[in-house]
């Protein structure tokens, strides 16, 4: 069999990729450390998700080595004075970490994805030098583990307008009441950027702030971590902000005071664009079991995989992994290319003359959208092709389904990246 295994692991398409040979050689180490380390750890991490006071030991213990290899930083700037251990590369290596992770745990990858693109590239983005050299450092080299909340009961798509927490200022700070739900990394975070609306005056219009809230700040505390139909071993619950009182220092940036809007938004394009990796990573392991299974399954005196039908299925799959995957790198590319380009002219994101890519907002929507849609479809006909075994658990393929599922909803559901993309793409004939 001529097959394209880089690792001797995985049919990843390395020829339609577009990469680098650095960013080929990027991918290929993590895809090796996703088969070496991840993959031995996968079953371990999804039985001890899910149970209150669970330690997460295992999840722990390898983003403990993922900081060794500096994927907790592989896009804060290596001249950051504060992030010795930052990687300084680009959107495009983040989006290769993240799939080479899913790959061999979706689990780990979420938990990986909320803390080092959620929580890190926003505060590498938009933080203080203090803020940057309290907390990068140990979010970094894997002392504390990241989170980012935005997301209420009540405030899920419609996440500013109907935010309840609530920021009031005070001579001394700010004090934060409210709660969050659905936070990944919730029931182990050290530190976490929260997205409250300012207490403003009647009438006056309504602002939003972005804090730091360190776990042991009186006044927060958590519940009991959510039992979940898939990413059962990434860790998610709610959180609960009782008069926590925060000093002024707390709020995210020296000048973000009440432009807490625009940090989430900028921050939702790329949490979108680095998570697709996570579709991406569980469609190509949802594809390599199909495959394998269908050649070594035999019914009528022959492979499986031979009969019409059935080669149809592979040949879909097989389309699908490879036009999701390929937009997205594209996507990932301009996004990089744009970031270059602003940096050559020595403008970063917080600065006001920062203007996204024209088409950053619909694309990196896109992106997803597409990956999802086409992680369900494989991982769904992935548990077809394994027939009656694609049903039982002690194969892979209903785990691919169910933590495909969470990218239809986290990050923003596929119905509001659609109506966005669709709201984008009208806002061309305004
Ligand atoms: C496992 C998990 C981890 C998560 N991690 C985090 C995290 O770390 N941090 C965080 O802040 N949040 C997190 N979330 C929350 C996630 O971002 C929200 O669940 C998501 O934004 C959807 O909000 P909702 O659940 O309130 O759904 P709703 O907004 O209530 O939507 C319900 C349904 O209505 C549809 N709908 C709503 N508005 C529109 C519209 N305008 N047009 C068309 N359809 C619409 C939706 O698509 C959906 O089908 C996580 C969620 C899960 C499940």
Redesign the pocket.
Known sequence: MTQIKPNGDTYYNSTLTGLSPAENEFREAVWDFSARVVKPRAEAIEKEGGKEGGEYKTLLEVHKKMAEMGLHGVTVPTEDITSSLGLGLSYTHHLLAMEAVSYSSASLA?SYG?HSN?CVNQLSRWGSNEQKAKWIPGLLDGSYIG?????EVG?????LGSMRSSARKTDEGFVLNGN???????PKADVFIVYAKDVVEPGAKQTYTTFLVPRETPGFSTGKP?D?FG?RG?P?CELIFEDVFLPSSAVLGSSLLGKGAKVLMSGLDLERLVLTGGPLGIMQAAYDTAVEYVHQREQFGVRVGTIGSMQAKLAGMYTAVNTARTFAYSVARAVDWHNEEAKKNGIEPGDKRYVYPVNQRRDCAAAILYATDKAIEVALECMQCLGGNGYINDYPAARYLADAR?YA????????R??LIGREVNSDFE
Do not use: C, H, P, Y
């Open positions: 979420l909320a959620l989170a980012l909340a935005m997301s405030a899920g798509s419609d996440v969050k739900f659905w936070i990944t990394n919730g959510l979940k990413m990434s998610t969470l909803v986290g990050a923003g559901t596929q119905e509001v659609r109506w």
